[in-house]
């Protein structure tokens, strides 16, 4: 079974910018569309972007459109999560997850996503 596992949060400046990866193990990530999502302290899992088996992106909260971006890179097994001009309600535990099929999900409705990494946290402040 395939294990995700998130890497690159950390605390930042507004303006600042931050590349997130989800890697895999035991298994190939690139029949699968990853979905990218965030939580922050008291709110509920939200979907931000997916990243489809051919690169093609779905962005699950159009306002991100612009700063976000997603990538990945099947050599490496590892997908991408490109966080530009970082605002402070930015800040958020960002998860990779894949509900293992090649296509994105249209809605972000997290019980579509099967298998989940532990999550990296992104802090913005000043």
């Known amino acids: 079974q395939v294990q995700l596992v998130e890497s690159g949060g950390d605390s930042v400046q507004p303006g600042s910018s931050l590349r997130l990866s989800c890697a895999a193990s035991g298994g190939s990530l690139g029949d699968d569309a990853i979905g990218w999502f965030r939580q922050a302290p008291g709110k509920e899992r939200e979907g931000v972007l997916c990243?489809?088996?051919?690169?093609?992106?779905?962005y699950y909260d159009e306002s991100l459109k612009g700063r976000f971006t997603g990538s990945r890179d099947n050599a490496k097994n590892t997908v991408y999560l490109r966080l530009n001009n970082l605002k402070p309600e930015d800040t958020a535990v960002y998860y990779c997850?894949?509900?293992?099929?090649?296509?994105?999900?249209?809605?972000?409705?997290?019980?579509?996503?099967?298998?989940w990494g532990p999550g990296t946290q992104v802090t913005v402040s000043s």
């Open positions: 990243v489809s088996n051919s690169e093609d992106i779905i």
């Open positions: 997850a894949t509900g293992h099929r090649g296509a994105c999900f249209v809605y972000g409705y997290p019980q579509n996503y099967v298998d």
